[in-house]
């Protein structure tokens, strides 16, 4: 079946700009993850949504993030006012259940920022 | 603080080797994830190991995890060159909810 999708695969902005990131987890799974990447770094991560309850933000670095996640499926962060730093690659993943269920997370093929 | 912390960070090994590589953490966990990455780009899930399992086994590839050291390997036997790639390993600790920390990984060379 379908795996986890991520638009767009590659990202150009100038600094100021506001982005958005887009993620189509596998249907089904509740629970949805974003993480990033700086270069050559491990993964960070970001916020995760699991079912309707309200999402784990704890990991967003600023106030200029914000992530939704509509009808339990798609979801979206957005970054705004982006700065330099902000370029990495941001990786979706999604998994049947969440809070220290055992389903691994399926990760998409994630949306390398670069910001100018 | 670096909760999975993988050593070595480059290892370089000939096609047909094995290769090892060692994870540290620091807190309790639920369970210890395996990951790969090529090209610094999506993940793909290599495999889950239980905090009450102590080895696990899938194809060329074997887990251990010994939660008294805080610490788990992963060993690839008989290398390819298409082995060469990053690992990570991730945990899903007790106090974390589901979210996972990765490590920093281990870039594998495997030459031919």
């Known amino acids: 079946g379908a795996g986890v999708s991520q638009s767009p695969s590659n990202k150009v902005t100038e600094k100021g700009k506001d982005v958005e990131l887009r993620c189509d987890p596998i249907s089904g799974h509740t629970a949805l993850y974003w993480y990033r990447q700086s270069l050559g770094q491990g993964l960070e991560f970001l916020i995760y949504f699991q079912g309707n309850s309200a999402p784990d933000k704890s990991g967003l670095p600023s106030d200029r993030f914000s992530a939704e996640r509509t009808g339990g499926s798609v979801s979206t962060l957005t970054i705004q006012r982006t700065q330099q730093e902000d370029s990495a690659v941001y990786l979706c993943?999604?998994?049947?259940?969440?809070?220290?269920?055992?389903?691994?997370?399926?990760f998409g093929p994630g949306t390398r920022l670069t910001v100018l | 603080s670096q909760q999975g912390e993988e050593d070595p960070q480059a290892l370089s090994i000939q096609e047909g080797e094995n290769a090892t590589m060692n994870c540290s953490y620091k807190?309790?966990?639920?369970?210890l994830q395996w990951y790969r990455q090529n090209s610094g780009r999506g993940l793909v899930h290599l495999i889950l190991?239980?905090?009450?399992?102590r080895e696990k086994h899938s194809g060329r590839l074997r887990v251990t995890l010994d939660t008294s050291k805080k610490s788990s390997s992963l060993l690839i036997t008989a290398s390819r060159a298409a082995d060469t790639a990053s690992y990570f390993c991730?945990?899903?600790?007790?106090?974390?909810?589901?979210?996972?920390?990765f490590g920093e990984g281990t870039q594998l060379t495997v030459n031919p």
């Open positions: 190991i239980r905090s009450n399992e």
């Open positions: 807190t309790s966990i639920n369970n």
């Open positions: 991730a945990t899903d600790g007790e106090t974390s909810g589901s979210r996972l920390t």
């Open positions: 993943a999604s998994s049947l259940v969440g809070a220290g269920g055992l389903s691994p997370q399926y």
